[in-house]
């Protein structure tokens, strides 16, 4: 069965198993006198994996933003995971089983590649300082599950044979297959990522697809991209936006060839 198959009969099961994973409804945000956002609503369902897309300044990094709890909306909700998320901290989103991956390569550059997902782990710790101490049994084994974890990363991410390497040495590609491996280190139900193959060769886009089939089952997946070849080979569904305003969505190859979207394509070339 080609891979385009396969995608096709995954889009047909995630339509009969309708989880809802996130809920937007009515999602604006107004910088000043801005209106990034005009009214969105989105549900995305477990284990898709949705790409955003549109032209420059349409609004795909207000909304990525506003779904992963960075900013809050001027008005409406947003639900992840069945919570309303108004109000949470990005810290406590995170709590939910949330987790981004930036757009910069984000790994701290003079660490190695294990040192970096330990760092990542420690970063969602459960115990404050004192509470190492108070819990000392609890927190050790917390820090053997994170050892654990991060061999399973490593091994996820096929960064084994890297991993006593300092991050800044790895060429582009790993190091972005690192930062991805950074959101991973939670175990995360839904994960976000924000323009994963910017910068990226044909070669590099194309492992970094794969990792993402691999990674995927289990999570829904959110992407906001450029690339196109990504979005059409990655993508079960995607949101084409436009000023702020939702354009079409359905699969790729339907959005993509949509004179709606050509034609914002074409008239942001020609601002
Ligand atoms: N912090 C901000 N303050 C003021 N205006 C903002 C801010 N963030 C975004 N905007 C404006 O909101 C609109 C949408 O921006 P946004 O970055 O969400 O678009 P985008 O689709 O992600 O664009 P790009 O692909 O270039 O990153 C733009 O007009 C932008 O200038």
Redesign the pocket.
Known sequence: MSVAEIIQQQTVVKNVSADVVVQATGVT?K??G????KGIDLTIHEGEIFGII????????????ILCGI?QPTTGQVQLLGKTIQGMSAHVVARLGVARRFQRTAVFAEATVMQNLLFAAHQSFSHSMLGRFVHSKHWQEERDAFFSRAQEVLGITGLWDDRERIACTLAYGVQRRLAVGLALMPDPKLLFLD?PAAGMDDQDSDSFITLVREVAPGRTVII?E?DMRVIRKLCHRCLA?AD?RPLQRGQPADVLQHPDVIEAYLGAADE
């Open positions: 945000k910088y000043g801005i209106a990034a956002l549109g032209p420059n300044g349409a609004g795909k990094s207000t909304l990525f933003d900013i323009e906001v450029h936006m702020g």
